[in-house]
């Protein structure tokens, strides 16, 4: 039997000295966001848990959207962080039929690898993709993702960035795509959403959230 997906909004306290350090840092964000679960999950905790997440601005302020396999809770984090409100996706999950249209957010890392032959980098150098190629990409993903897009508006947002605890540096470049599409392959939908979509999904991206449309 395939596990449920739990959706939750942790609305960020903008006074907390936690939040503006988590913020600033996408390691310690999404350490951050592995606090709502078990410890003990092992190497693939972030993998096992089904986490995904990105940073959400919302009317009340700064949010951070995580789904997940297990339903979270709240108690590891610090009194003044935020609150945290979750549900369950299955009635979303239910009506994810060929033929619905539905509206689409996902914050991605759109990238490419280079060709063994390249002038543009290192061969097999994973590099961003910014602009039309990063619309191209999207649609790509879209279409094996079991959507047909009908409108697309992207947004260039500033980089996933943060160090690692062996000091190296990590980032990654992060494009918005929103739009309306209708749902082609039910299941091929279901399974990227529980997957996540693209690179760099322990740092905020490839979470793919839909509403009825």
């Given at each position: ?16 000295r936690?939040?503006?350090r988590?913020l ?8 951050r ?23 959400e ?10 789904q ?7 108690g590891?984090l ?14 979303l999950?239910?009506a994810l039929?060929?033929g619905?249209?539905?509206r ?9 690898k280079?060709g063994?032959?390249t002038?543009a980098?290192?061969?097999k150098e994973?590099?961003p ?8 990409w999207?649609q ?5 993702s ?5 409108t ?11 160090t690692?605890?062996?000091?190296n ?12 599409a209708?749902?082609?392959d039910?299941?091929a ?6 997957a996540g979509?693209?690179?760099g999904?322990?740092y ?5 959230t839909?509403a009825?449309?």
């Open positions: 039997m395939t596990s449920p997906l739990w959706i939750t909004q942790l609305s960020l306290n903008p006074g907390s936690d939040v503006i988590d600033g840092d996408t390691v310690r964000l999404h350490q966001v592995m606090t709502l679960f078990p410890s003990g999950l092992g190497q693939q905790a972030r993998h096992d848990a089904g986490v995904l997440f990105r940073i601005e919302t009317r009340s302020g700064v949010a951070v959207l995580v997940s396999v297990l339903e979270p809770t709240a590891a610090p009194d003044t962080y935020g609150t945290v409100r979750s549900k369950a996706l299955t009635p999950i239910d039929v060929p619905r249209r539905v689409y957010r996902i914050i991605a890392n759109a990238t490419r280079l063994v032959n002038t980098g290192k061969p994973v590099v993709l910014h602009g039309a190629d990063a619309d191209a999207w790509r993903q879209a279409e094996s079991g959507l047909v897009l009908h697309l508006e992207s947004v260039s947002l500033d980089q996933a960035s943060g690692r605890r062996d000091r540096r990590v980032v990654h470049a992060r494009t918005r795509f929103d739009g309306l209708t749902i082609s039910a299941t939908l279901t399974t990227r959403l529980r979509i693209g690179r999904k322990s905020g991206c490839g979470l793919l839909l009825p449309a």
